[in-house]
């Protein structure tokens, strides 16, 4: 499992079903956002994201709630 250090915040992976895997937004020590894909082709699309510096900050988390990263 990977994590990705932003300025601030950092985005893990996590398991999540079978090959399929969560994203835990991670601020001050806490989870902030969990970010599930429907697919695995949308969990290699974040990867390829973060992997490129995206911020999911106002992304949707899978729950239908908006990521809120500055607040």
Same mark, same amino acid.
């Given at each position: 499992?990977?994590?990705?250090?932003? &300025? *601030?915040?950092? $985005?893990?992976? #996590?398991?999540?079903?079978?090959?399929?895997?969560?994203? %835990?937004?991670?601020? &001050? *020590?806490?989870? $902030?956002?969990? #970010?599930?894909?429907?697919?695995?082709?949308?969990?290699? %699309?974040?990867?390829?994201?973060?992997?490129?510096?995206?911020?999911?900050?106002?992304?949707?988390?899978?729950?239908?709630?908006?990521?809120?990263?500055?607040?």
């Amino acid at each position: 499992m990977r994590t990705w250090k932003r &300025n *601030g915040y950092e $985005i893990k992976e #996590i398991g999540f079903q079978f090959n399929l895997n969560e994203f %835990a937004v991670v601020k &001050n *020590g806490g989870t $902030i956002a969990i #970010i599930t894909p429907e697919t695995i082709s949308d969990m290699d %699309a974040f990867i390829a994201e973060f992997d490129n510096g995206e911020c999911p900050d106002r992304w949707e988390d899978g729950q239908g709630n908006r990521i809120k990263i500055y607040f």
